[in-house]
């Protein structure tokens, strides 16, 4: 089963999903990451607009997904309202997240099937479903193991460390530095990693005069981060919707010349896990 695993970006984007000429290198859809495990299991991360590059993935035979979400703010799970899997009776769905204050995780992701804001309640759509609170005890799917830290972001979020036969990757979009025992345990969390997504919505400039208390870090905290953890490679991601690609590209120079294993995540990037 884990012969060939890949981890692909299927969608970047923070906030809220983006398009035209000027974002077409790095894409305009929002959160969404993939590791197909073959024999039609398949495990996400989020599920934001991105997750519609999954569509064409989905077969006449029952599928089963995995879906780890990192929160509940819309542009991680808005994807699944239009997400053609969901809709197939064959297929089952089993969600890992951390409940948010006063609420079930099946009422969390099924706010967004709620009426006047969409016409089909989450409990008309076809497929099975399975929903499990996450505690913070490590998760094993096939060969992955997954492993969770808290991150630093309004309403709480979940970061993710995804160990495969190959390699390991820690996810930590958004997520916004500067509570030290926060920031220090993520940096144990991410210790040795090949690669680490962590979010770069900001420059330095922009998260300290404008933006302190959203829940989004500069790129300048994820280097920081990455230089503290000793990974392998680091991976921008929670891009600004409305940072071009131009602009995009400056901030990965700058990040790069303090770390120069440092790349920004687009659609359709991916590396052996």
Request: net charge negative; charged share 20%.
């Given at each position: ?136 005890a490590p998760i094993e799917i ?29 996810i930590a979009t958004d997520h ?31 998260h300290h005069e404008l933006y ?62």
């Amino acid at each position: 089963m884990d012969e060939g695993l890949t981890f692909t970006v299927l969608g970047a984007r923070g906030s809220w999903p983006v398009s035209g000429p000027d974002m077409l290198v790095y894409g305009g859809s929002t959160t969404s990451f993939m590791i197909p495990l073959g024999d039609n299991v398949t495990v996400l991360i989020d599920a934001g607009t991105g997750v519609a590059a999954v569509d064409d993935l989905d077969t006449a035979e029952p599928q089963q997904y995995h879906i780890f979400l990192t929160h509940y703010h819309l542009d991680h799970i808005q994807g699944l309202q239009f997400f053609k899997p969901m809709y197939r009776e064959a297929n089952a769905f089993t969600f890992y997240g951390v409940p948010p204050d006063a609420m079930s995780l099946k009422d969390a992701i099924g706010g967004i099937y709620r009426a006047p804001w969409f016409p089909v309640p989450l409990a008309e759509t076809p497929s099975s479903k399975e929903y499990i609170d996450l505690d913070f005890a490590p998760i094993e799917i096939g060969p992955l193991r997954i492993t969770m830290a808290k991150l630093t972001h309004p309403q709480g979020a979940t970061g993710y460390r995804i160990e495969g036969p190959r390699a390991t990757v820690v996810i930590a979009t958004d997520h916004e530095a500067g509570d030290v025992d926060v920031d220090d345990n993520l940096v144990g969390f991410a210790t040795g990693a090949d690669y680490l997504l962590h979010d770069a919505q900001y420059t330095p400039q922009e998260h300290h005069e404008l933006y302190e208390g959203w829940g989004h870090s500069s790129w300048q905290d994820a280097v920081n981060l990455a230089e503290r953890a000793g990974v392998g490679q680091l991976i921008l991601t929670s891009h600004d919707p409305s940072r071009t690609d131009e602009a995009l590209s400056r901030l990965i120079e700058r990040a790069a010349a303090r770390f120069p294993a440092t790349l920004a995540a687009y659609e359709g990037l991916h590396f052996a896990i």
